[in-house]
């Protein structure tokens, strides 16, 4: 599967999980725009390492807690190059206990986790005024079997798949929407630390990073007939 001549946008792309698929899809042929909150200097690195794989990479800064500033992301990409596929990979992963969130907390869970990547989706889909394209929402092995814990957060990835599926009805045909509910990858990047978390994961190990590069590759240059589909990639833990 080949992304040559395609172009990228990845929020959140300049470390961990999202810079893993800046580099597959770059590998595959693709330009990326690298999308970054506060990590700048990462998000340089990213792009430098994509530019030595012969691919184009340009670096956007913009806070999704801002609506305005997530609406103003596509527009900001879109006057350097159009682009055809787009990640919505940023997120916010807190673990508020149910009786300790505040609204300020409930709304900028809300905002990065959910309502970010449908204005992203919805300037995208204006954008490309009917030419083809393809998005990718990163969700987690809680969207579809939601529990107690990460309370806001597994609300917005429940919705997250939720919106998958409309945006996959309203775009179609020409864009095609799908999901990637991911478990165990990486640690929380707050250094929290998760115990015993492998007892839950059939797998018994950790995701490779190039497994979810691989599976992303399949969504954004694979069959085109696939949309609307929300695959695990968690080891099997949403079964247990
Ligand atoms: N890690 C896992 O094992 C795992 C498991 C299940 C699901 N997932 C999902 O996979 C995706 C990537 O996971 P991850 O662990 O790599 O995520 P992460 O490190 O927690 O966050 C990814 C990026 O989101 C960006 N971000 C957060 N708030 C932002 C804001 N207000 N404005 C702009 N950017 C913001 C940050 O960019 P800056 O650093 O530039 O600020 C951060 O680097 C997420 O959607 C996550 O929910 C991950």
Not at 25 to 33: K, N, S, T, Y
Not at 103 to 119: M, R, Y
Not at 184 to 212: C, F, H, M, Q, Y
Not at 216 to 237: C, K, N
Request: net charge neutral; with cysteine.
């Amino acid at each position: 599967m080949n992304l040559t001549g395609q172009t990228i946008l990845i929020t959140g792309a300049a470390r961990r999980i999202g810079r893993a698929l800046a580099l597959h899809l770059a590998r595959a042929g693709a330009d990326i725009f690298i999308h970054h909150g506060h990590s700048d200097s990462e998000a340089e690195q990213t792009a430098a390492e994509i530019r030595d794989l012969g691919c184009k990479a340009w670096v956007l800064q913009a806070d999704l807690e801002n609506l305005e500033q997530a609406i103003g992301l596509v527009e900001q990409a879109w006057k350097i190059q159009p682009f055809q596929r787009l990640i919505n990979n940023a997120a916010i992963f807190e673990p508020f206990d149910w009786a300790a969130v505040t609204p300020a907390d409930w709304q900028k869970t809300l905002n990065i986790n959910l309502t970010a990547p449908f204005f992203l989706s919805q300037q995208f889909a204006k954008r490309l005024a009917g030419q083809p394209g393809r998005i990718l929402n990163l969700l987690d092995w809680r969207a579809l079997r939601p529990g107690a814990d990460h309370l806001p957060y597994t609300v917005s990835k429940a919705a997250l798949a939720a919106l998958t599926q409309s945006l996959a009805l309203a775009l179609a045909p020409a864009i095609t929407v799908n999901g990637l509910a991911l478990g165990a990858v990486l640690p929380p990047s707050d250094g929290s630390k998760s115990t015993n978390i492998l007892k839950a994961v059939p797998a018994k190990r950790w995701a490779d990073l190039s497994e979810v590069g691989e599976a992303a590759l399949f969504f954004l240059a694979g069959p085109e007939y696939v949309t609307g589909e929300i695959l695990h990639l968690d080891g099997g833990r949403h079964l247990i």
